[in-house]
Each structure stands twice: as C-alpha cells, then as structure tokens.
T-cell receptor, first 113, second 113 residues
C-alpha cells in the first residue's frame, strides 16, 4: 500500500511559467513533509520541507503548500528554469521527522527553454 | 564535509554471486538508511539504524539481504545470492535523528545478469 502518492509520473512546462507538482498521503500520523530533487546519476537532494502546523512554506522560487484536511501537498516553482528539470520526490514522516521518511514514486519535471 | 560516500558506484555481477555495497555516513550523523530505487516501486526503505543499532528492517525483501553497521562511520548491505530482480540503484542516507531531512549518497547502480 502506497502511503505517499505522486500520481503524475511526468510534467512538462515552459521556462518562466509555474510548475506545480502534487502529492497525496494516506497516513494521518504524518506530520512532516519534504520535497527532494534528483538529477540523473546523483542521489536525491533536499529541497524544502513543511511541518503540519503550517500550511505554507516558501524558499525563493519554491513554495510548498499543505492541505491537511485533504491530505494533499503541492510544490510550486515560479518561475521555472531549465535547470529545474529533474525528478521530484515527495516524502513524509511522523513524529516531527523523527520517524523514517516514506517516499512517493516521483514526478519527472521537464522545463523547456 | 565529503557527504555520504557510497561504493562502488556501479556493480555488475552474475546471478548467484555475493554483492556487498558500502556506505560511509556523514560524521556526527547518528541515523543511517538504506533505500532501493526501482521504476516500479520508486524509493523504498530497506532498513535503518539509530546509533548503529538496526531499528526497522521490515523493508528488507528476503533473507538474501542483510545489513550491518559495525561502527558509526561504516555500513554494508549484502545480497547473497544475488538475482536479476535485485538490479536497482541502492542509496544510503544519513541524518541526525529528529532533524528531518536526510543527506543521500550518490548511489550504487547494481546490475545482476
């Protein structure tokens, strides 16, 4: 059973436009959420996180939104750049991040020049 | 800091052979995680250690898989005997427990023929 789901395997956007990546979770114990970015032949790298006490967290061009009632979070990238082309993984954890991270299957983002 | 170091980067082996993957976590990190990435299952947690002690090995697929952490600076993941379906990218990650995101290594791409 997949506790963290990224239903879109891929997404393609134009440079300068907004990229929106979505993630759903089923485990109500999750209270800490993260996004990772992965380039080919590299390990995933941490991008941004959000605690369940917040509904929004912003870091430069990256914003994560959390809707606890819908068990849904999204990552917005504005404006998108070709260097953002990568696989993005959503991850969730319980107990404020003390428990193991559970990952989604990832969404491959392609930003076209 | 050199980050999480994994070796080898690539491993090609014949079915039935023993394979050993190695990981050196970041100094000072007290939790270590082994993940496997496949197209079908995404990033799945195999096992994790806190203070060198295995905490959760429920993700280890079969008895053919074993992991050890003899000290705070070294861990191994062993597959014996290996099978073609073990072909995947294996990632090691570490963090300070309770401090959220993990730092991943670059991974070991394993091919079993």
């Amino acid at each position: 059973d997949q506790q963290v789901k990224q239903n879109s395997p891929s997404l393609s956007v134009q440079e300068g436009r907004i990229s929106i990546l979505n993630c759903d979770y089923t485990n109500s114990m999750f209270d800490y959420f993260l996004w990772y970015k992965k380039y080919p032949a590299e390990g995933p790298t941490f991008l941004i996180s959000i605690s369940s006490i917040k509904d929004k967290n912003e870091d430069g061009r990256f914003t994560v939104f959390l809707n606890k009632s819908a068990k849904h979070l999204s990552l917005h990238i504005v404006p998108s750049q070709p260097g953002d082309s990568a696989v993005y993984f959503c991850a969730a954890s319980a107990q404020g991040g003390s428990e193991k991270l559970v990952f989604g299957k990832g969404t491959k983002l392609t930003v076209n020049p | 800091d050199a980050g999480v170091i994994q070796s080898p980067r690539h491993e090609v082996t014949e079915m039935g052979q023993e394979v050993t993957l190695r990981c050196k976590p970041i100094s000072g990190h007290n939790s270590l995680f082994w993940y496997r990435q496949t197209m079908m299952r995404g990033l799945e947690l195999l096992i994790y250690f806190n203070n060198n002690v295995p905490i959760d090995d429920s993700g280890m697929p079969e008895d053919r898989f074993s992991a050890k952490m003899p000290n705070a600076s070294f861990s191994t993941l062993k597959i014996q005997p290996s099978e073609p379906r073990d072909s995947a990218v294996y990632f090691c990650a570490s963090n300070i427990r309770g401090q959220g995101g993990y730092t991943f290594g670059s991974g070991t791409r394993l091919t079993v023929v």
